[in-house]
């Protein structure tokens, strides 16, 4: 009864790891569903502006679609997943453009020195 009992928790034990490693397959649903995300993205840039928000949403997208570069996919896959990351990325770098001057132009509005006097 222990031998029996012994190879069973052994099989268990090695069968877990082998189960768990088996590579993570990356295909059309997901390029979609970060397409999707990058859609209601810029639905809210067009609808509010550039905002950090936007930016740091989008600097998480495209560091999703890089995260599943990685993973098993094949080559017209990777080149979707790179094309959703690079528009990520100018997602990104636009809402950083628009949002600069707006936090600049709000720092300055709220500054005790605002509105200047001539002199």
């Known amino acids: ?9 052994t099989a268990a034990a090695v069968a877990a790891p082998i189960l768990d490693s088996r590579p993570t397959s990356v295909g059309t649903s997901d390029v979609i569903r970060l397409r999707g995300g990058l859609d209601a993205l810029m639905a809210l840039d067009a609808s509010r502006g550039g905002h950090e928000d936007l930016e740091r949403s989008a600097l998480a997208g495209a560091d999703d679609a890089l995260g599943k570069v990685g993973h098993a996919a094949s080559q017209r896959i990777r080149q979707r997943l790179y094309s959703v990351a690079a528009n990520y990325l100018s997602t990104a770098a636009w809402a950083a453009n628009s949002a600069a001057p707006r936090a600049a132009w709000t720092a300055l509005c709220t500054s005790p020195e605002w509105p200047r006097t001539p002199s």
Do not use: P, Q, V
């Open 1 to 9: 009864m222990r031998r029996r009992n012994f190879l069973t928790g």
